[in-house]
């Protein structure tokens, strides 16, 4: 049993930084991946980043590499997603996930078992 719980969303300027976390609570960090996805007003979530667990290959969608990084402290059990150069079009809620096979990354929100609350990133000026 997990609990995942996003937070460091909030309002910034187009160009801006905002770094999300994740904490993980109900089992240690270490032997989950975990996946970042987004959802904007009236389009599909989209999944956005993965970090696996062992070796820690990082996936990012086209659209943020150069722009997000997602880093894990699993001393802390979180994960953590830094989003620079930031655009309107990054504007959506923002939510982590744990995939059914727990190790593994995937593009699909249907690979994932444990969600988050979700966590707004707005870009406005």
């Known amino acids: 049993q997990l609990q995942l719980v996003e937070s460091g969303g909030g309002l910034v300027q187009p160009g801006g930084s905002l770094r999300l976390s994740c904490a993980v609570s109900g089992d240690t960090l270490d032997y989950y991946a975990i996946g970042w996805f987004r959802q904007a007003p009236g389009k599909e979530r989209e999944g956005v980043s993965c970090i696996t667990s062992g070796y820690y290959a990082e996936y990012y969608i086209d659209s943020v590499k150069g722009r997000f990084t997602i880093s894990r402290d699993n001393a802390k059990n979180t994960v953590y997603l830094q989003m620079n150069s930031l655009r309107p079009g990054d504007t959506a809620v923002y939510y982590c996930?744990?995939?059914?096979?727990?190790?593994?990354?995937?593009?699909?929100?249907?690979?994932?078992?444990?969600w988050g609350q979700g966590t707004q990133v707005t870009v406005s000026s």
């Open positions: 996930a744990v995939p059914t096979e727990r190790y593994y990354c995937s593009g699909s929100q249907s690979a994932y078992y444990y």
